[in-house]
């Protein structure tokens, strides 16, 4: 008995997978809605529904990135969300040209935004897959045509927070 006991452990650890629960259960009866508006978003239904962005064309290695919790607001915790979305492949080579320049690795390029939402004294969690505690992670915005650095003021286990002074491409370099 303690041979097959321990034999269907084996088996089990060997042949066993990853259970991912980070996707948004669709019931079904809503796939085709949700479908049209991720195709237009130019998000898989997946990333859609999940407010996240997992690959981008053009990228190899991409960290997936998704809003992680309530935005704060004027130094409260609101239940606003930020919206993170692709950006085209210019964007994508001009993060790429800026991690090289600092001499790191870009993690992430994005859209974020938060409509309706006022970003005074604004701060947004975000999910980044890979992304340690300590990890030194820088985090940069667009602004007509240059990169500023942007305060990253928490790195946690899959996990950034940076101040969000307003809509824009985002890049995370590490």
Same mark, same amino acid.
């Given at each position: 008995m303690k041979k097959f006991l321990a034999l269907s452990f084996a088996l089990a650890l060997t042949? +066993?997978?990853?259970?991912?629960?980070a996707e948004t259960v669709v019931p @079904?009866?809503?796939?085709?809605?949700?479908?049209?508006?991720?195709?237009?978003?130019?998000?898989?239904?997946?990333?859609?529904?999940?407010?996240?962005v997992a690959e981008m064309d053009g990228v190899r290695d991409q960290a997936k990135i998704a809003s992680? +919790?309530?935005?704060v607001?004027?130094?409260?915790?609101?239940?606003? @969300?930020c919206v993170v979305d692709k950006v085209d492949v210019a964007a994508i080579r001009y993060?790429?040209?800026k991690a090289e320049q600092v001499g790191g690795t870009m993690l992430t390029v994005v859209a974020l935004s938060a409509?309706?939402?006022?970003?005074?004294?604004a701060q947004v969690a975000l999910r980044i897959e890979g992304v340690k505690a300590g990890?030194?992670?820088?985090?940069?915005?667009s602004v007509e045509g240059e990169w500023v650095a942007v305060t990253v003021t928490a790195v946690a286990d899959d996990s950034v927070t940076i101040d969000f002074p307003q809509k824009g491409i985002y890049t995370f370099i590490k």
């Open positions: 042949f +066993s997978t990853t259970v991912c629960a @079904t009866s809503e796939y085709g809605r949700l479908d049209t508006l991720a195709y237009c978003a130019e998000k898989s239904l997946p990333e859609y529904t999940s407010n996240a992680g +919790s309530n935005m607001t004027e130094g409260k915790e609101t239940n606003a @969300t993060a790429q040209q409509p309706g939402v006022n970003l005074v004294d990890d030194a992670v820088t985090a940069y915005r």
